[in-house]
């Protein structure tokens, strides 16, 4: 596929991940990433993303302050630093690629996805 995850496991709450969104080409890691996580039995969520353009960024509310969204161009790669992470968290995150210059926090707006990394957060 075009986008790969990585780094997702199983931690305690409190601890830290930094997941990998990995791109084939310098163009697809260049669009609008965006991460999503999808808990069993609920819809899937916006959790962060960095925009085209500019680079600008952008979080849910749930995630704000404990997480972080960067880009590597030197890997294709983006990457989301996850601290302080809480049982709420647990889920599988997906990457995701939009054409849009700006971030979209919608899914439907995205149209190249990887297929998942699992994270698991115990109390």
């Known amino acids: 596929g075009e986008l790969e995850e990585s780094g997702g496991g199983l931690v305690q709450a409190g601890d830290s991940l930094r997941l990998s969104c990995a791109a084939s080409?310098?163009?697809?890691?260049?669009?609008?990433i965006g991460w999503f996580r999808q808990a069993p039995g609920a819809e899937r969520e916006f959790v962060a993303a960095?925009?085209?353009?500019?680079?600008?960024?952008d979080y849910a509310e749930s995630v704000k302050g404990r997480f972080s969204i960067s880009r590597d161009y030197a890997t294709n790669t983006v990457y989301l630093q996850m601290n302080s992470l809480k049982p709420e968290d647990t889920g599988i995150y997906y990457c995701?690629?939009?054409?849009?210059?700006?971030?979209?926090?919608?899914?439907?707006?995205?149209?190249?996805w990887g297929q998942g990394t699992q994270v698991t957060v115990s109390s």
């Open positions: 995701a690629g939009a054409t849009s210059l700006t971030i979209t926090y919608y899914s439907r707006d995205y149209d190249t």
């Open positions: 080409t310098r163009r697809v890691i260049s669009s609008t």
């Open positions: 960095i925009s085209r353009s500019v680079g600008s960024t």
